[in-house]
């Protein structure tokens, strides 16, 4: 009995000690390793050129770019975050092992608390590398740092974050979160006369009286010159472009009961915010990440946008004033955009798939890809593509469906690993896979999607808990079958 | 022994409960199914309802006389009968032998107890004890093929010569199919139902995928038996046979292997997502009778009802948006949708004072009966099959001075909507994404309303109008009043501005005028086409104006890559003539519009690409100087020449002209339907295009449920006792269902109140006209959770009847939702009578 006393009071001894220290120990974030990953991006880089490529293609190599958040800040509390790039094919080789060359490209360290991920290159920015001569870079929002991270990407994927890197934000607003890269000719201002623009949108999750504003950044000048756009009332979430239409559509989230809006602001078109009121339609409903079918002719607008839903009690939101913590239900909405006469998307709803607890981010996979354009192919029955497979992960329940925009509903569900299957696992998931745990493991979140040459799409989902990226492949138009590969990057966190 | 002692006392503590208020427990409940089966609540067979907790790898067992859920051994929790995970579809159907049903369930993922694999099965719970467990399942993928999904489930009752079964909608590689699974009671005596052997003629290749399915009722007799339907009907997005027709496919199953079933395409011109079968008895539709709305053929027929795909449906569309009604037996039509009962109405033999209604002809079909929201399962209530809430014999029902009429054949039950109780045939409950369940009275075509159409301050009316105000020296605006009082000993037409008094001058028309904000502009801007962004370009000395933007890039300006499209300026909906103004206020200058160009994907007309269309604008000496190709940013507005009609929903409605006599008749304006199909095919007139698209914006709405006049008990020398315009607000209706046109007017204008001598006759003012706003006299009835209630993931009917207690029940209905809840009500109750179980 003495012996557990004296342990018990030798524990408290210590606790006492380290609540009376007035230092912090800050140690350097981990790099071979995500850490509480939330944005995730695909690059295919040709080595030879450093230009994109066809992947799976002779010389082409597919990056995975990961930003670590840092979430428990276990590391230095103001720039534990990482940006960890990895070569995909060569991590496949070693899975859940520590990151490390080949496999591991470069690794930037950014502020904690990293939010989406987006790649301004020559894919996403036409002559971004060929006409400004300017490196790929990964563009990550610290919410700790309330900056913008200007991670630059050199040919063989290596990361550098030096001079120039860190923009800081709007000093008023808080936790910058989401970006998206908008490139083309756009009049700086209404009535002004179009100009070659390399942009980027950064929203905020926070803003006094809960307004709603984007940063907007000119990528190609010198000083990151940095503009506020008012998107009037309700805070911002993830921002997405479409070339074709110029429009930023831009997600928000809870701020007041009965409004729920989705805006967009035509790029080519400055001066009016437009926006859709999805709370009309689905009642308790929260936006998160939203996505655009990618099976429209070459030229043409996107036709459908797919929004990921979070749905809260109202009456329990109305009675007690507040938004509650937790939700009753997820949903996918499906909004058609095709254009009406006076130019505007239609933004109706055409349908509402429940989902899981938690719907976050969201991605278009690409179905029937016509090998040499990249396109999806028409098909001979339908007169057009088919629509797109669309994949979602849902957080709070830690699941990740896939819904089939074709037939109109959910194809698959990632969900628990099987309850009565053996110590080995699930058979359908790679290990670790103990029965009743999220089978892409714990808080899926970040997403990222492959178009693989064989016709096959990559899935890559991170799992914030347990800090790896699952990446599964799929055949796009077998949805409901088993994936045809599945491995998990990066090691367990511990 | 010191443990075991608290639990045998907690355990006797719950035996001696007097009530199980465990709780149902759900998680998220994503299908439910009646059936009649063994648990452990009762000691015989009896009559259950299984509900699919998705999230909790189960389903929950409701004993529906008390709503509480069926418990486990344990009693301290409602009993789980766990499945694989995701339950999401439940079936049963009555093997005929008055023993216990086949229920089974579909999961998400393929079942990991019996299947060798995770592929599609069917898991077949233990309904013939209380056991209560997934007592076997029945493998798909053989016969539907590795990576097929099952998206569809319906139970089939047995009839004679033909076994219990359940229908199999799925999605696979080789595309949509259809497998029927036959159930047979076991001979050994221990009443289990037993799957039989699945061949491959078991399974249909359908070539569409099934999204719903639907069952033909049974059809009552003269004698009072009935005969088993035997024809199914699965609504799908795909197109439909070797025709690629779009709506609701038919198959007659009363002869042959499931194979040889072919799909019959029935026409709605649309696709659809969900869809229900039933008899239904028409009410009678007689302009002569004030009292059809409530006497009904006495003869039911067989009608499908689907909601169609929102994807494909608007008023910019072939056909509107909601529940539309199928007439199988319309064999041989260009489309199968019931046709349109409201006839119009002759006009009397003696126009009305203030001039006769606008003639406005019969649709081609039946108006989908609206859902607000995206309406997502169907599900159809009749009369309970015994008790007082099945009514036959003359009734009057508080809320009409009617006698409601029936018979054998078509027994009626009661709908309580806001307006009053009152008898119908048949409804369908429709749940939408908005969380809400939608009631339809299927005899009367349309949905239920909680306010009166017709009558009071709820009433289809104008509920404000103003003139728009202009100098005292110019011409105003206002609208002739033509049509006299009830009552009136003399009356005079005359142009009005008054405020109180525009509002009669309108005409709305039940069923067709919908909620919004109305404007007639003199010169006003076409709607969406004001201060918008546009170029100017110049091609063979012509000038030309698109509404479009350039997005740069490294496409030339004669490619469409180049522009992003603002307007379509060539769409016939946004009304744009020749002759209308061009303002290019930037430039100040402002012209004409000499043609309208249709869209140049080259620039080969405009010079520049225009994607969406440009007019030609008239020469001004205030336009820049183009060089052939050039092209220059501005600001483009788009004025009417005249006056022009709006709507903040519909846009662009017309011209109206003004009126100059007193003849009711001269230059009367009108918003109406006509025939689609022949503007669709006239060539010879150029402005067809544009009175399509308006067609498309005047159609039904809905069908009102109000007699025609006079109106019912109406005290003798009242208006109510008006041959035409009995009810107030309405000068020239006589029948509330027959077509009208959505707004009716004649604008007119007043002189200047102070004539300038030097200027005695002005020109109109540009920006001068009138304004008003409507109601549509419509307020959906629907029910929903008390509290919560977000995605409701299906709806049937239960007619309690058959329990101890509830003999004389109303009919209700079941609906899960994915928030942990299952709603529980009756057409019969009022508001606030639902239940919730949780």
Avoid at chain 1, 374 to 394: E, I, M, Q, S
Avoid at chain 2, 257 to 267: D, M
Avoid at chain 2, 363 to 372: K, S
């Amino acid at each position: 009995m003495a012996t557990r006393v004296s342990r018990l009071f030798a524990a408290f001894a210590l606790l006492l000690v380290a609540a009376c220290s007035d230092t912090v120990v800050s140690s350097p974030p981990a790099t071979d390793r995500f850490y509480y990953p939330t944005g995730l991006a695909i690059r295919h880089v040709d080595l030879t050129t450093g230009l994109g490529c066809v992947g799976g293609s002779a010389s082409c190599q597919t990056q995975l770019l990961v930003a670590s958040s840092n979430f428990d800040l276990r590391y230095d509390p103001a720039t534990g975050g990482t940006v960890i790039a990895v070569d995909v094919d060569k991590a496949l080789a070693t899975p859940l092992a520590p990151l490390v060359a080949p496999a591991l490209l470069g690794v930037a360290r950014i502020g904690s608390f990293g939010g989406a991920l987006a790649i301004v290159d020559e894919d996403s920015c036409p002559g971004w590398q060929t006409t400004l001569g300017k490196a790929a870079q990964a563009l990550v929002a610290s919410r700790s740092q309330n900056a913008l991270y200007r991670v630059n990407i050199d040919a063989q994927g290596s990361l550098t974050c030096g001079a120039g890197c860190r923009v800081p934000l709007e000093a008023a607003l808080g936790d910058p979160y989401g970006v998206a890269v908008a490139c083309g000719t756009f009049p700086p201002a209404a009535g002004g006369t179009p100009v070659a623009q390399s942009l980027a949108f950064v929203t905020y999750l926070r803003a006094p009286n809960s307004e709603g504003f984007l940063s907007r950044i000119d990528l190609a000048a010198a000083d990151n010159p940095r503009t506020l756009v008012d998107l009037l009332t309700v805070p911002t979430h993830s921002a997405v472009f479409d070339p074709v239409s110029t429009r930023l559509y831009v997600t928000e989230r809870f701020a007041a009961i009965g409004y729920t809006p989705l805006r967009w602001i035509t790029l080519a078109a400055p001066g009016n915010v437009a926006a859709r009121n999805i709370f009309d339609v689905i009642r308790g409903s929260e936006l998160r990440g939203m996505a655009l079918s990618s099976d429209s002719a070459p030229g043409v607008p996107p036709s459908r946008a797919y929004l990921a839903l979070r749905i809260y009690d109202v009456d329990q939101a109305t009675s007690t004033g507040v938004r509650p913590s937790d939700d009753l239900a997820g949903a996918l909405a499906v909004m058609d955009l095709q254009e009406s006469p006076d130019g505007q998307p239609s933004t109706r709803i055409l349908n509402v798939v429940p989902m899981d607890r938690g719907a976050t981010e969201i991605r278009v996979v690409p179905r029937d890809l016509d090998p040499t354009t990249r396109k999806p192919r028409v098909d001979p029955v339908l007169g057009r593509p088919k629509r797109d497979l669309v994949a979602v992960t849902c957080t709070d329940d830690g699941t990740v469906a896939l819904y089939d925009d074709e037939i109109g509903v959910v194809a698959r569900v990632f969900d628990i690993c099987d309850a009565i299957s053996s110590d080995a696992g699930d058979a359908g998931a790679p290990p670790p896979c103990d029965p009743g745990d999220p089978l892409v493991g714990k808080q899926p979140f970040g997403l990222a999607v492959e178009a693989l040459a064989n016709g096959h799409a990559r899935l890559y989902v991170g799992s914030f808990d347990r800090s790896w990226v699952n990446v599964i492949e799929i055949d796009p138009l077998q949805p409901s079958a088993a994936p045809v590969a599945w491995a998990r990057i990066g090691p367990e966190r511990q | 022994m010191t443990t075991k002692r608290p639990i045998a006392l907690l355990a006797l503590a719950l035996a001696c409960s007097s009530s199980s208020s465990v709780g149902s427990r759900f998680d998220g409940p994503a299908a439910a199914v009646s059936f009649t089966g063994f648990t452990g609540k009762a000691t015989g067979i009896g009559s259950y309802v299984a509900v699919a907790s998705t999230r909790g790898d189960e389903l929950r067992i409701l004993d529906p006389s008390d709503l509480e859920p069926v418990l486990s051994p344990g009693v301290a929790f409602p009993l789980s009968i766990p499945t694989a995970p995701r339950p999401l579809l439940l079936a049963a159907a009555s093997l005929g032998d008055g023993q216990a049903d086949v229920l089974v369930a579909v999961s998400g993922v393929g079942s990991p107890f019996f299947s060798a694999g995770s592929g599609p099965s069917l898991q077949v719970i233990e309904t013939w004890s209380p056991t209560n467990r997934v007592a076997y399942d029945v493998p798909l993928e053989g016969v539907l093929g590795a990576g097929s999904e099952i998206i569809a489930l319906a139970g089939v009752q047995a009839s004679p010569g033909v076994a219990a079964r359940i229908l199999v909608g799925a999605i696979g590689a080789s595309g949509g199919q259809l497998a029927a699974v036959e159930f047979a009671r076991a001979t050994d005596g221990t009443g289990a139902v037993v799957a039989q052997a699945l061949t491959a003629a078991s399974v249909n290749q359908l070539g569409f995928a099934p999204l719903d399915i639907a069952v033909e009722p049974a059809a009552i007799q003269p004698d009072g038996s009935t005969v088993p339907g035997t024809h199914l009907y699965i609504a799908t997005r795909d197109p439909i046979g070797a025709a690629g027709v779009f709506g609701v496919a038919q198959l007659d199953t009363s002869t042959g292997a499931p194979q040889t079933w072919v799909p019959a395409p029935l026409n709605a011109l649309a696709p659809t997502v969900a869809v229900a079968a039933g008899f239904v008895d028409d009410r009678l539709v007689d302009s002569s009778d004030p009292c059809s709305p409530d006497r009904f053929g006495g003869v039911p027929s067989l009608f499908v009802y689907a909601a169609l795909d929102e994807s494909a449906c608007g008023s910019d569309k072939p056909i509107d948006c909601g529940i539309v009604t199928i007439d199988p037996a319309r064999v041989g039509a260009t489309t199968q949708l019931a046709a349109d009962p409201a006839r119009p109405v002759p006009p009397p033999a003696t126009a009305p004072a203030g001039g006769n209604p606008t003639p406005v002809p019969a649709q081609d079909y039946r108006a989908p009966m609206p859902v607000p929201g995206n309406p997502t399962h169907i599900a159809i209530g009749k009369a309970p099959a015994t008790g007082a809430q099945r009514v036959f014999t003359d009734s009057k029902i508080p809320s009409t001075a009617c006698p409601t009429s029936s018979s054998a054949l078509s027994p009626l039950l009661k709908i309580a909507p806001g307006t009053g109780q009152r008898y119908t045939s048949a409804v369908a409950m429709v749940t939408s994404i908005d969380g809400r369940v939608y009631w339809l009275d299927l005899s009367r075509f349309g949905p239920m309303s909680d306010v009166s159409t017709m009558k009071g301050s709820t009433r289809v009316a104008v509920t404000a109008a103003s003139s728009i105000a202009v100098a005292s020296t110019d011409f105003r605006f206002g609208l002739w009043n033509d049509a006299p009082p009830f009552g009136a000993s003399s009356f005079t037409p005359s142009v009005t501005v008054d405020s109180a008094v525009l509002p009669g001058t309108i005409d709305v028309w039940p069923g067709f005028t919908d909620t919004g904000a109305w404007s007639v502009v003199y010169q006003g801007a076409l709607p969406s086409l004001s201060a918008r962004p546009g170029v100017l370009a110049a091609s063979a000395g012509n000038v030309y104006a698109a509404i479009q933007s350039d997005i740069g890039g490294t496409a030339l300006p004669t490619s469409s890559a180049r522009w992003a499209v603002g307007a379509k300026l060539s769409d016939p909906g946004l009304g744009v003539r020749a002759g209308d103004i061009v303002v290019l206020s930037d430039l100040g200058c402002e012209t004409t519009v000499a043609a309208v160009v249709p869209p140049d994907a080259t620039g080969a007309t405009v010079g520049v690409a225009a994607p969406g269309g440009a007019v030609q604008i008239a020469p001004a000496t205030c336009l820049p100087t183009l060089g052939a190709g050039q092209f220059q940013a501005t600001t483009i507005t788009l004025r009417a020449a005249g006056l022009v009609l709006a709507n903040d929903r519909l846009g662009y409605l017309g011209r109206p002209g003004i009126g100059t006599t007193a003849d009711p008749e001269d230059q009367v304006f009108a918003v109406a339907w006509s025939d689609e199909t022949a503007l669709a095919q006239d060539t010879t007139d150029p402005l067809a295009p544009e009175r399509l698209a308006i067609a498309r914006k005047a159609r039904r709405l809905y069908y009102p449920s109000d007699g025609p006049c006079p109106i019912p008990g109406a005290t003798a020398g009242s208006q109510g006792t008006l041959q035409v315009g009995c009810y107030t607000g309405f000068p020239r209706l006589s029948e509330p269902f027959a077509p009208g046109p959505v707004i009716r007017f004649r604008v007119g204008v007043v002189p200047p109140t102070v004539p300038d001598p030097a200027n005695p006759t002005p020109p109109l003012v540009r920006g001068a006209g009138v304004v008003f706003t409507t109601q549509t006299g419509l307020s959906a009835t629907f029910r929903q959770p008390n509290t919560g209630g977000a995605l409701p993931s299906g709806v049937f009917s239960y007619d309690r009847t058959s329990l101890s207690g509830h003999q004389d029940d109303p009919i209700r209905f079941f609906v899960p939702y994915l928030d942990d809840l299952v709603l529980f009500f009756s057409p019969s109750e009022s508001s606030g009578s639902q239940t919730t179980i949780r």
